[in-house]
T-cell receptor, first 113, second 118 residues
Framework: DAKTTQPNSMESNEEEPVHLPCNHS???????IHWYRQLPSQGPEYVIH???SNVNNRMASLAIAEDRKSSTLILHRATLRDAAVYYC??????????????FGKGTKLSVKP | GAGVSQSPRYKVAKRGQDVALRCDPI?????LFWYQQALGQGPEFLTY????????KSGLPSDRFFAERPEGSVSTLKIQRTQQEDSAVYLC????????????????FGPGTRLTVL
């Protein structure tokens, strides 16, 4: 699975939008872009994933650059409960014997009231 | 329905002791993963099961680490003769699909077991 680059930390104010960037310049044409987040003292949880088109779900939106070398996770209105470490992960479309996720250090998001 | 559960949530061991960490995956999930997370780092893969078969143990750091899933559901991660560098959070995750399947599958994580070796 290809490597991703994320800022170490970001700050946001409550009820404002947050844009979390991820660079993946070596992405292959078939890699999916997944986002997970890890709240304090909890295991990671799935947020969203996409391939080429922008994606929306109840948690967030995923904006994917046209060349797919970067993507942005968008939280439309940050709440205090969104304070977490956010991980951007690339995954090949079909797995071999390994299906594990390869985490980087992620971006630690702080939300100020 | 119930998510992935792990027990104990916290474990303190003296150096040299053996420990056993339990994972109850979501019912019906074929794939089960163990990860190790050091402080301030992202989780790192340890081992993977497909039903009761351990298909990949390439991430286990030493032969002191052993995992099993004898009936294809509950899994146990055992660490023998614990050392201080084993202190970490141990995460278990399960997934509905086979690892060889489509990689859009979601992995569901438990809350982890925090192991502290004194």
């Amino acid at each position: 699975d290809a490597k991703t680059t994320q800022p170490n930390s970001m700050e946001s104010n409550e009820e404002e939008p947050v844009h979390l960037p991820c660079n993946h310049s070596t992405i292959s044409g078939t890699d999916y872009i997944h986002w997970y987040r890890q709240l304090p003292s909890q295991g990671p949880e799935y947020v969203i994933h996409g391939l080429t088109s922008n994606v929306n779900n109840r948690m967030a939106s995923l904006a994917i650059a046209e060349d797919r070398k970067s993507s942005t996770l968008i939280l439309h209105r940050a709440t205090l409960r969104d304070a977490a470490v956010y991980y951007c992960i690339l995954r090949e479309p079909w797995g071999g014997s390994q299906g594990n996720l390869i985490f980087g250090k992620g971006t630690k998001l702080s939300v100020k009231p | 329905g119930a998510g992935v559960s792990q027990s104990p949530r916290y474990k303190v061991a003296k150096r040299g002791q053996d420990v056993a960490l339990r994972c109850d995956p979501i019912s019906g999930h074929v794939s089960l993963f163990w990860y190790q997370q050091a402080l301030g780092q992202g989780p790192e893969f340890l081992t993977y099961f497909q039903n009761e078969a351990q298909l990949d143990k390439s991430g286990l750091p030493s032969d002191r680490f052993f995992a099993e899933r004898p009936e294809g559901s509950v899994s146990t991660l055992k660490i023998q003769r614990t050392q201080q560098e084993d202190s970490a959070v141990y995460l278990c995750a399960s997934s509905l699909v086979l690892a060889g399947g489509r990689r859009t599958d979601t992995q569901y994580f438990g809350p982890g077991t925090r192991l502290t070796v004194l």
